[in-house]
Structures are given as structure tokens and as C-alpha cells.
């Protein structure tokens, strides 16, 4: 492990990881400028190339990321499904986010070609990736506790102590129980 989390090299992966991003949205940015600028679909099929790029370029260095941001800091614990426990946590954030606005957005006036079946269909994605969270959640733990490896068990010991016991918990009520009795419902998702 001192190969990979000593200090110089962190730096320069976390120096790849956000300069990738800023480029690639500086780059998003200039060529919805010259879109509206200039017009056509020129800076259209460039924004589309560069967005998938984006997306393949997150896709794989969010779990690094979370590995190297969150899991470097109990350097004797590793899990290999932390990665995509954060993952699906990103992608559960980030629909909901969208969702809000699309709904904030149609209250306002605007977006008036968003249907209900829209917001359903977000609503069943929330649901499902919210649960795909908590099964990832409870993998961990599971194999945590039925391993009993002190160094794997310290990560959720910490959390156990009193003052971040609080908010183990509400992380559990917020990103499961509540998506799943508000959400459960057929009425709630439209």
C-alpha cells in the first residue's frame, strides 16, 4: 500500500483527477458559448464527443477517487466494493438533483413538455439505484462483520462511537427508509 497512497503520488493523482474534469467542462463550456454564438451544429458534435468522454473519464476515476479521498484516510481497512458503494451514491445524488429542478423548473413555467411519466420514470430510477446503494451498503457490512478481521472492522467501529453513531444512522434513514416509503407508491413517483 506505501506505493500507492505516499504523499507525492496522491498529489499527482488527485492533480489528474480534478484537471481532467476542469478541462473537459472548460472545454463544455467554450463550445456551448460558440453554439450560441456561431449556431449549426459544429460545437453541438464536438459538446456531444467531449461530454462522452466525460463520462467514460468519470465513470472510472470516481471509485479512485473515492478510494484515494475517502478510504486513504483508514489506510489498513480496504473493501473493493467501497468504489462503487460511492458510486452509486454519486448516482443517486445526482438524480435527485436532477429531479428537483426538472420539478422547480415546470413550477416556474419552463419545461412545460416534461410529462408525469418523466418524473415517474426518474422516480423508478431514485427508487432502484437507491436500493442498488443499500445493497452495496449492506454487503459491506455483512462481510465486515461476518469476516471479524479487526482491520476491516475498524471502519464501522468508528462510525459505532457515540458521537458518529447520530449520523450512521440518519445516513441509513436518508438514502434508504426514506426513498423507499416515499417512493414506493405509484402516486409519489408522478
Do not use: C
Not at 451498503?137 to 455483512?142: E, G, I, S, T, V
Not at 457515540?162 to 441509513?172: A, S, V, Y
Amino acid at each position: 500500500k506505501h506505493g500507492y497512497l505516499n504523499v507525492p503520488f496522491f498529489l499527482i493523482r488527485i492533480a489528474i483527477y480534478l484537471g481532467s474534469y476542469s478541462l473537459l467542462g472548460g472545454m463544455l463550456v467554450k463550445y456551448s458559448n460558440n453554439e450560441d454564438e456561431l449556431g449549426g451544429m459544429f460545437n453541438y458534435n464536438k459538446s456531444f464527443k467531449t461530454s462522452v468522454l466525460f463520462l467514460l473519464i468519470f465513470g472510472f476515476t470516481v471509485p479512485l477517487f473515492a478510494f484515494d479521498t475517502i478510504m486513504s484516510l483508514e489506510a489498513h481497512w480496504f473493501s473493493t466494493m467501497f468504489g462503487w458503494y460511492n458510486f452509486a451514491a454519486l448516482w443517486v445524488s445526482g438524480l435527485a438533483t436532477i429531479t428537483l429542478t426538472i420539478i422547480f423548473l415546470r413550477q416556474a413555467g419552463y419545461l412545460e413538455w416534461v410529462t408525469e411519466d418523466h418524473l415517474h420514470n426518474l422516480g423508478q430510477l431514485i427508487f432502484g439505484f437507491s436500493v442498488f446503494w443499500t445493497y452495496l451498503w449492506f454487503a459491506q457490512f455483512l462481510l465486515t462483520w461476518y469476516a471479524n478481521i479487526p482491520e476491516e472492522a475498524a471502519y464501522f467501529y468508528r462510525r459505532w462511537e457515540p458521537q458518529f453513531k447520530p449520523w450512521f444512522w440518519l445516513n441509513i434513514i436518508v438514502n434508504f427508509l426514506t426513498p423507499l416509503l416515499v417512493l414506493m407508491s405509484r402516486d409519489s413517483k408522478r
